[in-house]
């Protein structure tokens, strides 16, 4: 992050901000000139700083369950051979999309039809590693979570970690993650899930490699967005100097009043949380440090305020994971889900 320059920083958060900006969109929006936006933009792109993502809003395509798994692993097999031991039910499942891996413990992020197919890919790892005798007696911890009850307040949208980072001067910000559901033709589906799988490539490019005209996929694009698909701009965290990122999970007493649920979950969100999720009892957020100090400095702070409220059945679990010994497997891959929900051949 120290090799930005302030305008590369400018242009680098109103990308992540507003994803579908084109470069004279960002110039008007920042102030700065059409040709250092263009070439600041270039820069980023061209050193990796960040790169496109299309998401399917996944209660609009079938999907009703979203889960985190997570567990803590006894250390006798290397982290690759771990890896290769659970591939097909992790690296290789079609309803896993993202995944952060240490030798000692590790995390996925899934999308399922329902319940069951959740359950059933934990199963199958779980048993995989116990007879290697490489789970403790914790096993795996799956967290399910109904995509109609659940209120993601952020779905990997970056804007509140950089707008920290950069110490950018702007505006109260909201996020979100609802969808609508769109009856698809079987041509639409196709155009959806090329969309999706090649985020990077212009409706040109798309519209080549299907054989439909620029004009029908530009249409299409349009007509997904915010509805059935979004579209974000994801930071490389290494290079932003992240050193740590924190998944945790509260749960709070019944008696919680909604108003200081939604308190923490702003608190967590206002945090830098690139991930956040309240659903009634339960909330789950993945916030990425610039380093250990940093987050014990806001987990001293955070307790500080809210101790002694008696709002949560126990202490929140949290798994710190160290950037520079993880392995990202999975970084945001859902054409394949996308082709197993729509049925696509």
């Known amino acids: 992050m120290n090799h930005l320059s302030e305008n590369e920083k400018t242009v680098l958060y109103n990308l992540v901000k507003h994803p579908l900006f084109n470069n004279r969109e960002i110039s008007e929006k920042t102030g700065l000139k059409l040709s250092t936006v263009t070439a600041c933009r270039r820069r980023l792109k061209e050193k990796e700083y960040f790169s496109t993502v299309r998401a399917p809003i996944a209660s609009s395509i079938g999907c009703e369950i979203m889960s985190v798994a997570f567990a803590q692993f006894i250390s006798t097999l290397s982290l690759d051979e ?36 959740a359950k059933e890919r934990i199963k199958k790892i779980e048993e995989i590693y116990a007879e290697h005798k490489y789970l403790g007696d914790q096993g795996i911890t799956l967290l399910p979570f109904s995509l ?38 079987e041509s639409e589906k196709k155009v959806y899930h090329v969309l999706i799988k090649y985020p990077e490539l212009s409706d040109k490019d798309i519209a080549d490699k299907i054989g439909a005209s620029r004009f029908t996929v530009s249409r299409m694009r349009e007509k997904f967005e915010g509805k059935i698909m979004s579209t974000v701009n994801i930071p490389d965290m290494k290079k932003l100097g992240i050193k ?12 919680t009043p909604l108003k200081t649920r939604k308190e923490i979950a702003d608190n967590l969100l ?26 014990r400095a806001w987990m001293n702070s955070f307790s500080e305020k809210y101790r002694g409220y008696d709002i949560m059945v126990e202490e929140p679990k949290i798994l710190l994971f160290s950037v520079s010994e993880s392995i990202f497997s999975k970084k945001h891959i859902y054409a394949p889900l996308v082709k197993k929900a729509l049925n696509i051949q």
């Open 148 to 185: 109609k009850l659940a209120n993601i307040i952020n779905f990997f949208d970056y804007k509140f970690l950089l707008k920290n980072l950069f110490n950018m001067k702007d505006e109260k910000m909201v996020s979100g993650f609802k969808g609508k559901d769109i009856k698809l033709s």
């Open 82 to 117: 771990r890896l290769k031991l659970g591939a097909k039910l992790d690296i290789e499942h079609p309803d896993v999309f993202w995944m952060m891996s240490e030798p000692s413990q590790g995390m996925t992020i899934q999308f399922s039809k329902n319940y069951s197919d």
């Open 270 to 295: 206002e945090q830098g949380a690139t991930f956040l999720l309240l659903e009634h009892v339960n909330c789950l957020a993945i916030i990425p440090f610039e380093n250990f100090d940093g987050y």
């Open 244 to 255: 740590v990122v924190a998944l945790i999970h509260m749960r709070f007493n019944l008696t």
